[in-house]
């Protein structure tokens, strides 16, 4: 059902795939997820500790429509401060690995000015295909 996109001669990407091909499916689209508990709040302060909640909540909204993590094709995260997220590198990857496995779906990172949530270190918005 899906195909890792991986042109021939081209460096294999680290921690993503340049594109992934699915047939058939239904297509989840999951919101631009924050750090926020069931109740709304913000209890995590620090990157790493919000890019984990956050997952958690892409995960638990992906479920909802009978998904997991290996559904997901396609993530957009914009981050307020490159040096910040690349200084929490080891632990969102752990945290990522923990959550999500080694399935690397197509992704982008983008630096953005501001998110609406002003507590907000970091928003990630998902696309899943569920077979």
């Not at 997901?72 to 995260?77: E, F, H, L």
């Not at 992704?107 to 002003?118: G, T």
Request: charged residues 20%.
């Amino acid at each position: 059902m899906m195909q890792i996109l991986q042109p021939p001669g081209w460096a294999k990407p680290k921690g993503y795939s340049n594109g992934i091909a699915v047939k058939g499916g239904t297509t989840v689209y999951i919101a631009g997820q924050v750090a926020f508990n069931p109740q709304g709040i913000f209890e995590e302060k620090t990157f790493a500790g919000q890019f984990r909640r956050t997952l958690e909540n892409t995960l638990a909204v992906l479920a909802e429509a009978g998904g997991k993590p290996e559904h997901i094709v396609r993530m957009t995260w914009y981050i307020l401060d490159k040096k910040e997220y690349l200084g929490a590198i080891r632990e969102v990857g752990a945290a990522y690995r923990e959550l999500i496995g080694r399935h690397y779906p197509a992704m982008a990172v983008v630096q953005v000015s501001a998110l609406i949530e002003d507590e907000a270190r970091l928003e990630i918005e998902t696309t899943a295909v569920i077979p």
